[in-house]
C-alpha cells in the first residue's frame, strides 16, 4: 500500500511533487527538476533520499511499492480506525496479523451494531464480560438458521440468551436489521399477531403524507406479493395506525383502507413494464370517485331510518363526512406522489440475505 512508481510519473502520481521536493532534494532549480522528471533516475534518487532520512521506505525495483506501515508502530486508536472499515470475514483474517487489534472489543461490538441495532443481549453482555466477536457469531448463525426455518432461529437465539421472548423484543429485533429473508419475516408474522402488532407500535405516522406513510410501513412490514387475507391484515392494521396519528384529517379505517388498495394498484400499474397502458391522473381519480361513492350509498342504504339525517349513527356520520373529505384534488396529489416517487410497497430485506 504505498505510492506506485513508474517511468513517466511523478511521486504519489501527482505532477506536483518534484516542485514540492525541490528544497528538500537538493536538485537545483524548480525547472532542473522538471528537466528531471522523466528521467528513471531522478525517481531513484528521491527514494533513496527519503530512505536515509529514516521514512522506511523499501524499494526493489524502479517499479515496486512502499511496504505499508505495520499497525503495531501505529497509535491504537488510528490502528482501530483502520480495522473498523472491514467487514467480519476480513477482520478475522486481519487477526491471523494483528491479533490484538483485531481481537478489540471495540470493533466488534460495532459490527454487531450496524448489522442488528437491538438485541436483547445488549443490556448485559458488556457488564458480564463476554466476547461481542462470540455474540457475533451467535446472531449470524441465529440468523442463517432463521432465513431457512424461523422457529428455528429465534429458538437458537432464545437458547444462547441473545434474544428474548417478548413479542416486543422480537419486533425491535425485526425492526432494526436488514440481515432477514423478508419472505421469512412475513411467515412469521403472518402466524404471530402479537409480534405485528409490537412492530407497528414502533412506527409514528404523524403529519405525514398517505403515500409516504404506508412506504414507511412496508419498510418496516413488508408487503406479500400478491392480494389475500394478510394483505388485508397489515392494511387494516396500517389504516387504524394512520387515523390515531392524524386526527385532523377527518378520515376514518375504512376510507384510508380503500385509498391504500388504490395507491397499490396505482403503483403496480406505473412501475410494472408488462403493463403498456399506463393509468392516467384523470382514470385515478375517477376511479376514487367512483369508489368512495359506492362506500357512501352501501353506508347510507345500512342506515337505519335512512330519510332521516338525524338518525344516522355519530359513527356513520364521521365516515360519510370523511368521504366528502377526498375531494379531486386530494386524489391528484395522491397520483402525483406515486408518479414522482414511486412504489408505496418497496421491499426492504434482501431474498439472499
Known amino acids: 500500500m504505498g505510492q ?3 517511468n513517466r510519473g511523478g511521486v504519489g502520481g501527482s505532477n506536483s511533487s518534484p516542485a514540492s521536493n525541490e ?3 537538493g536538485f537545483g532549480t524548480a525547472q532542473n527538476a522538471q528537466n528531471h522528471l522523466y528521467r528513471p533516475s531522478f525517481l531513484w534518487q528521491i527514494f533513496k533520499h527519503r530512505r536515509a532520512r529514516g521514512l522506511r521506505a523499501t524499494v526493489k525495483n524502479r517499479n515496486s511499492i512502499e511496504n505499508f506501515p505495520d499497525l503495531y ?5 488510528i490502528g482501530l480506525e483502520v480495522l473498523k472499515n472491514l467487514n467480519a470475514t476480513d477482520l478475522c483474517l486481519a487477526a491471523c496479523v494483528w491479533s490484538d487489534l483485531a481481537n478489540d472489543e471495540v470493533l466488534w461490538e460495532g459490527l454487531c451494531m450496524n448489522s442488528w441495532g437491538h438485541c436483547s443481549a445488549y443490556k448485559t453482555w458488556k457488564e458480564e464480560g463476554k466476547s461481542f466477536k462470540k455474540l457475533y457469531l451467535l446472531l449470524d448463525e441465529g440468523c442463517l438458521t432463521f432465513n431457512a426455518e424461523p422457529m428455528w432461529g429465534l429458538q437458537y437465539l432464545t437458547r444462547n440468551g441473545v434474544l428474548n ?3 416486543s423484543e422480537i419486533a425491535l429485533f425485526f425492526n432494526s436489521t436488514n440481515q432477514l429473508c423478508w419472505q421469512k419475516v412475513r411467515q412469521y408474522l403472518n ?4 409480534v405485528l402488532d409490537e412492530l407497528i407500535k414502533l412506527q409514528s405516522f404523524k403529519n405525514q403524507f398517505l403515500p409516504n406513510a404506508l412506504r414507511k410501513f412496508f419498510q418496516a412490514v413488508d408487503s406479500p406479493i400478491s392480494q389475500g387475507e394478510y394483505l388485508h391484515l397489515l392494511l387494516d392494521k396500517f389504516a387504524v395506525r394512520f387515523c390515531n396519528d392524524n386526527p385532523g384529517l377527518s378520515l376514518v379505517p375504512e376510507i384510508v383502507c380503500i385509498l ?3 395507491l397499490i394498484l396505482l403503483s403496480v400499474d406505473l412501475t ?3 403493463v403498456k397502458n399506463k393509468m392516467s391522473k384523470r382514470e385515478f381519480v375517477r376511479n376514487i370517485r367512483s369508489a368512495l361513492g359506492e362506500y357512501r350509498r352501501n353506508e347510507l342504504h345500512d342506515a337505519p331510518g335512512n330519510n332521516q339525517v338525524h338518525a344516522i349513527p ?3 356520520a364521521a365516515r360519510l363526512q370523511a368521504v366528502a373529505a377526498v375531494d379531486s384534488d386530494f386524489a391528484g396529489h395522491l397520483y402525483d406522489n406515486i408518479y414522482l416517487v414511486g412504489h408505496v410497497a418497496p421491499q426492504r430485506w434482501r431474498d439472499d440475505a
Open 73 to 77: 508502530l501505529l497509535p491504537p486508536e
Open 23 to 25: 528544497s528538500s532534494s
Open 165 to 167: 421472548t417478548e413479542p
Open 260 to 262: 391504500c388498495y388504490s
Open 4 to 6: 506506485l512508481l513508474s
Open 314 to 316: 355519530p359513527e356513520m
Open 272 to 274: 410494472s413494464p408488462q
Open 191 to 194: 402466524i404471530n399477531p402479537d
